[in-house]
């Protein structure tokens, strides 16, 4: 469609006529993503034109019409300039009835038609758009405090205007998101944590039975709505930002547990699909992964459900809910860094801290070993899919994997060894200064490890470093003369120093606190001191 066709009409001043053009522009544009570069300043005069017809026009459907328009041509961030000043963004705030700095916009509660809805709705996805697009954009927002009003929005706004709640907490989101300077006011000054949370108690129904505890979900009851796991997922992004902002955690620790509360209730939540269930799982591992560790203890702390007695009446439940997660992550196969490090981290935080949670994980993911005959790293087990892991070539995975091993092994080298073999465990032993073997510096319960009966007598034939039981090779030197032997080992020597003359290789020793470092460097360390005697 011919755009300056349309902002004939917007100089015409007939709203009508822009109206019934810009409802083709957006039927044919809706799902426009890329747009001509040729076309660019013509775009931005449309922009501009926008904003004039929508603070001259009072009706609704006018308004939401151009809105739309905005929506589509703001996915374009070189035409933003008109919007993303303060004039314009306090335009979009008034459309949205947020009230903000410099801004007497009208509150939502007194829309009274769909309508009008329609507006609010449109207004925020601008909002939305243009703030994730612009820098400009995201200063003003900080500027006017449009953090500051949403927040007064969703303090009383009713579930049953959805896409107004929905789209405000994602505004939420962006503005913590990318400013730290908003995080660090909504943490400090707007009391947004506390926000949150009561908008994920409402979200989710939840019913307290306890100081943290939730009352158990109903198994009778249909799993969590669209709607509502929308919204959900939503406000758990804006806390995931807001939590990782500075400040004394002591004094938010009451409201925390309640967030770790909140988060076990949901994790032992389903929606309707399997794919969905995952997606609102991961925001909340996300989220609990940002939290004090010292909060934790509240998701196994459930005394009215009960808990097992093996466990000192610990309900362990969510932390299989946490091992089917990172299993079906591990099954996958791809994402690994994003869709693995944060329940690995959690994983492995609340093992280290929480014995409860080791000794459960570790009785599932370590049990005591029978079969030696394969590879740690060969099968189909939780474990077998940790220790390949421990060799990925993304260092993030591999490190998760490798140190939420060490954890369950109470950081003792020995016992990772059993597990994983030399070779898969070297990069974490190297990294931590184990090489020469020992322990971590962590402190744990006092509770032995004993091995079975099969394991006693297959450990004396079991490789260290692959960590398997190997069948015996034939020793290919059996049947060679001295001769040949000979030249083998000098084609070995040379093939070695020209490998060391290219850099390739370097020789390197182990130091007495068990890190590596040059060969040289290391046989200087073990010298004896000269000897003052002149005696032989």
Same mark, same amino acid.
């Given at each position: 469609?011919?755009?300056?066709?349309?902002?004939?009409?917007?100089?015409?001043?007939?709203?009508?006529?822009?109206?019934?053009?810009?409802?083709?522009?957006?039927?044919?544009?809706?799902?426009?993503?890329?747009?001509?570069?040729?076309?660019?300043?013509?775009?931005?005069?449309?922009?501009?034109?926008?904003?004039?017809?929508?603070?001259?026009?009072?009706?609704?459907?006018?308004?939401?019409?151009?809105?739309?328009?905005?929506?589509?041509?703001?996915? %374009?961030?070189?035409?933003?300039?008109?919007? *993303?000043?303060?004039?314009?963004?306090?335009?979009?705030?008034?459309?949205?009835?947020?009230?903000?700095?410099?801004?007497?916009? /009208?509150?939502?509660?007194?829309?009274?038609?769909?309508? $009008? $809805?329609?507006?609010?709705? /449109?207004?925020?996805?601008?909002?939305?758009?243009?703030?994730?697009?612009?820098?400009?954009?995201?200063?003003?927002?900080?500027?006017?405090?449009?953090?500051?009003?949403?927040?007064?929005?969703?303090?009383?706004?009713?579930? #049953?205007?959805?896409?107004?709640?929905?789209?405000?907490?994602?505004?939420? =989101?962006?503005?913590? #998101?990318?400013?730290?300077?908003?995080?660090?006011?909504?943490?400090?000054?707007?009391?947004?944590?506390?926000?949150?949370?009561?908008?994920?108690?409402?979200?989710?129904?939840?019913?307290?039975?306890?100081?943290?505890?939730?009352?158990?979900?109903?198994?009778? #009851?249909?799993?969590?709505?669209? &709607?509502?796991? $929308?919204?959900?997922?939503?406000?758990?992004?804006?806390?995931?930002?807001?939590?990782?902002?500075?400040?004394?955690?002591?004094?938010?620790?009451?409201? +925390?547990?309640?967030?770790?509360?909140?988060?076990?209730?949901?994790?032992?939540?389903?929606?309707?699909? /399997?794919?969905?269930?995952?997606?609102?799982?991961?925001?909340?591992?996300?989220?609990?992964?940002?939290?004090?560790?010292?909060?934790?203890?509240?998701?196994?702390?459930?005394?009215?459900?009960?808990?097992?007695?093996?466990?000192?009446?610990?309900? !362990?439940?969510?932390?299989?809910?946490? !091992? %089917?997660?990172?299993?079906?992550?591990?099954?996958?196969?791809?994402?690994?860094?994003?869709?693995?490090?944060?329940?690995?981290?959690?994983?492995?935080?609340?093992?280290?801290?929480?014995?409860?949670?080791?000794?459960?994980?570790? #009785?599932?993911?370590?049990?005591?070993?029978?079969?030696?005959? &394969?590879?740690?790293?060969?099968?189909?087990?939780?474990?077998?899919?940790?220790?390949? !892991?421990?060799?990925?070539? %993304?260092?993030?995975?591999?490190?998760?994997? *490798?140190?939420?091993?060490?954890?369950?092994?109470?950081?003792?080298?020995?016992?990772? +060894?059993?597990?994983?073999?030399?070779?898969?465990?070297?990069?974490?032993?190297?990294?931590?200064? !184990?090489? *020469?073997?020992?322990?971590?510096?962590?402190?744990?319960?006092?509770?032995?490890?004993?091995?079975?009966?099969?394991?006693?007598?297959?450990?004396? =034939?079991?490789?260290?470093?692959?960590?398997?039981?190997?069948?015996?090779?034939?020793?290919?030197?059996?049947?060679?003369?001295?001769?040949?032997?000979?030249?083998?080992?000098?084609?070995?020597?040379?093939?070695?120093?020209?490998?060391?003359?290219?850099?390739?290789?370097?020789?390197?020793?182990?130091?007495?606190?068990?890190?590596?470092?040059?060969?040289?460097?290391?046989?200087?360390?073990?010298?004896?001191?000269?000897?003052?005697?002149?005696?032989?």
């Amino acid at each position: 469609m011919n755009i300056s066709g349309i902002l004939s009409e917007i100089d015409g001043g007939d709203d009508e006529s822009v109206e019934k053009l810009l409802q083709k522009y957006n039927t044919q544009n809706s799902h426009t993503f890329s747009f001509d570069h040729k076309e660019k300043d013509v775009r931005i005069k449309l922009c501009q034109g926008l904003l004039t017809v929508l603070r001259r026009s009072a009706r609704p459907l006018c308004q939401s019409t151009c809105l739309e328009t905005m929506r589509i041509l703001s996915r %374009d961030k070189s035409v933003l300039g008109p919007v *993303a000043t303060r004039e314009g963004i306090l335009t979009l705030v008034a459309l949205a009835r947020l009230c903000a700095l410099g801004d007497g916009g /009208e509150p939502f509660e007194d829309a009274q038609s769909g309508e $009008e $809805e329609r507006v609010v709705v /449109e207004a925020l996805k601008c909002l939305c758009n243009v703030v994730f697009n612009s820098i400009a954009a995201q200063e003003v927002g900080a500027d006017v405090q449009l953090a500051e009003g949403l927040c007064a929005r969703l303090h009383s706004l009713s579930s #049953a205007h959805h896409e107004v709640g929905l789209f405000s907490l994602r505004l939420l =989101f962006l503005l913590s #998101a990318l400013r730290m300077d908003v995080r660090s006011t909504l943490r400090k000054e707007s009391d947004a944590l506390r926000l949150l949370t009561n908008v994920l108690e409402r979200t989710l129904d939840v019913r307290w039975v306890g100081p943290y505890e939730v009352a158990a979900p109903d198994p009778d #009851a249909p799993p969590i709505s669209l &709607e509502n796991n $929308e919204r959900s997922m939503e406000a758990l992004k804006a806390l995931f930002n807001i939590t990782m902002s500075d400040s004394n955690d002591e004094d938010n620790e009451h409201q +925390l547990r309640l967030v770790v509360g909140i988060m076990r209730h949901l994790l032992m939540l389903k929606t309707h699909t /399997e794919d969905k269930t995952e997606e609102v799982h991961s925001h909340a591992i996300n989220l609990l992964s940002n939290l004090p560790v010292q909060c934790l203890d509240v998701l196994i702390d459930v005394p009215v459900q009960g808990g097992l007695e093996k466990y000192g009446g610990k309900n !362990l439940d969510v932390v299989q809910v946490l !091992l %089917d997660f990172l299993e079906k992550r591990i099954d996958k196969g791809s994402n690994y860094k994003e869709g693995l490090t944060p329940v690995l981290s959690l994983m492995t935080e609340s093992s280290r801290y929480h014995r409860e949670i080791r000794r459960c994980l570790k #009785a599932q993911v370590l049990p005591p070993l029978k079969d030696v005959n &394969e590879r740690p790293e060969i099968g189909c087990t939780v474990r077998n899919k940790l220790v390949r !892991l421990m060799t990925h070539i %993304d260092m993030s995975v591999k490190q998760g994997a *490798a140190e939420f091993l060490f954890v369950l092994c109470k950081e003792s080298v020995d016992n990772l +060894l059993k597990y994983t073999g030399y070779g898969n465990a070297a990069g974490l032993l190297m990294a931590r200064g !184990l090489l *020469a073997g020992g322990r971590g510096e962590t402190e744990y319960s006092s509770d032995e490890d004993s091995d079975t009966d099969e394991y006693k007598s297959a450990k004396p =034939f079991i490789n260290p470093i692959t960590g398997h039981i190997e069948l015996p090779m034939p020793n290919p030197m059996d049947e060679m003369t001295e001769e040949q032997k000979e030249y083998e080992a000098q084609k070995l020597v040379h093939m070695i120093d020209e490998l060391s003359r290219k850099e390739l290789i370097r020789p390197m020793g182990v130091r007495k606190d068990g890190t590596l470092a040059p060969l040289g460097e290391t046989i200087h360390g073990c010298c004896p001191p000269p000897s003052d005697s002149d005696s032989d």
